[in-house]
C-alpha cells in the first residue's frame, strides 16, 4: 500500500498514477462486504407456528339449578361419553370440582352422586376419581359442576403476532416476496385443534387385524371367476340427470 501511495504521489508520472489509482480501487473494493438483512421470520410456515404435543386438561362442566339435584338426561349421556373418552386417551385420573358456598352447593352434592354412579357403571374404577371443593370468585352465582382429566393435546401459536411491518418500513421482505410472519399460524392452529389423536401428527398408527368374512366373500368371488367389486344397489338412486354418460 505505501509503494502504491509513493507512486501515485510521484510528480510527472501520469501513467504511474493512473495504475497506482485502479490497483488502489481494487484493493478498496476487496474490502467492500454485502449486506445481508435478516428479517427473522423463517420462509416454511411449519417452523415459524410449530405444532407441538403436550399434556393439557379436557374438561367438562354440568350446569345445576339450585333446586335439582340431579342430571339431565343430556347431561348423563354426556358423563357417559366423559368416561369412554376418559379410558380412551386420559393419562391420569378423572376430578371432579365440586362447588361450595354458593346457592346450588347442596344440588351439586346430589349431581355429584349421580356422576359417581355413571362413571363407576362405565367402568370408571373408583380408586382414580378424586373430588375437590371449590369457592367461585362471585359466590352468589349458581357454579358449575367439573369433570377433569389430563390428555395429550395438540397446539400451535398463539397467532396475531406482527413482529415486523407490512409496509414499506420492511423493504427486503416484500422486494424479495418473503413470507409475513402470522402467515400459515391460523392454519397449523386449526390442525392441531382437529387432530383427534395428538400422536399422529408424529408417527403412523399401526395397522388395524383384516376383516375375515369381507376376504373370505372377496376369495370367494375370486375363485369362481366373478366381479369382486361391491354392488351398490341404490347408487343412482339420487342423480338428477344423465348429463355426461
Known amino acids: 500500500m505505501t509503494s502504491v501511495l509513493r507512486a501515485f504521489a510521484t510528480p510527472g508520472c501520469t501513467i504511474g498514477r493512473v495504475a497506482a489509482l485502479a490497483v488502489l480501487a481494487g484493493m478498496l473494493g476487496g474490502c467492500a462486504t454485502k449486506q445481508v438483512v435478516d428479517t427473522g421470520a423463517p420462509d416454511d410456515y411449519r417452523r415459524r407456528h410449530p405444532i407441538t404435543v403436550q399434556e393439557g386438561t379436557r374438561t367438562v362442566e354440568m350446569f345445576v339449578g339450585r333446586s335439582r339435584g340431579s342430571l339431565t338426561a343430556a347431561q348423563r349421556t354426556e358423563a357417559f361419553g366423559f368416561a369412554q373418552?376418559?379410558?380412551?386417551?386420559?393419562?391420569?385420573?378423572?376430578?371432579?370440582?365440586?362447588?361450595?358456598?354458593?346457592?346450588?352447593?347442596?344440588?351439586?352434592?346430589?349431581?355429584?352422586?349421580?356422576?359417581?354412579?355413571?362413571?363407576?357403571?362405565?367402568?370408571?374404577?373408583?380408586?382414580?376419581?378424586?373430588?375437590?371443593?371449590?369457592?367461585?370468585?362471585?359466590?352468589?352465582?349458581?357454579?358449575?359442576?367439573?369433570?377433569?382429566?389430563?390428555?395429550?393435546?395438540?397446539?400451535?401459536?398463539?397467532?396475531?403476532?406482527?413482529?415486523?411491518?407490512?409496509?414499506?418500513?420492511?423493504?427486503?421482505?416484500?422486494?424479495?416476496?418473503?413470507?409475513?410472519?402470522?402467515?400459515?399460524?391460523?392454519?397449523?392452529?386449526?390442525?392441531?385443534?382437529?387432530?383427534?389423536?395428538?400422536?399422529?401428527?408424529?408417527?403412523?398408527?399401526?395397522?388395524?387385524?383384516?376383516?375375515?368374512?369381507?376376504?373370505?366373500?372377496?376369495?370367494?368371488?375370486f375363485r369362481k371367476g366373478e366381479s369382486t367389486a361391491t354392488t351398490y344397489p341404490n347408487a343412482g338412486a339420487g342423480k338428477i340427470s344423465d348429463v355426461g354418460k
Do not use: F
Not at 154 to 181: Q, R, S
Not at 185 to 213: F, H, I, K, T, W
Open 85 to 221: 373418552a376418559w379410558e380412551r386417551d386420559a393419562t391420569g385420573g378423572i376430578v371432579i370440582e365440586v362447588p361450595s358456598g354458593t346457592p346450588n352447593d347442596r344440588a351439586a352434592d346430589g349431581a355429584l352422586h349421580e356422576i359417581q354412579g355413571i362413571l363407576a357403571a362405565a367402568g370408571v374404577p373408583s380408586g382414580v376419581v378424586a373430588v375437590r371443593r371449590y369457592r367461585p370468585v362471585d359466590p352468589m352465582r349458581l357454579a358449575t359442576v367439573r369433570l377433569n382429566y389430563p390428555r395429550m393435546t395438540a397446539e400451535a401459536g398463539p397467532c396475531g403476532l406482527w413482529p415486523h411491518d407490512l409496509g414499506p418500513a420492511d423493504v427486503h421482505a416484500w422486494v424479495e416476496n418473503k413470507e409475513y410472519w402470522n402467515l400459515g399460524c391460523a392454519a397449523q392452529r386449526n390442525l392441531a385443534a382437529m387432530v383427534d389423536n395428538p400422536a399422529d401428527l408424529v408417527q403412523p398408527r399401526s395397522e388395524g387385524p383384516a376383516y375375515p368374512a369381507r376376504r373370505s366373500v372377496i376369495l370367494d368371488k
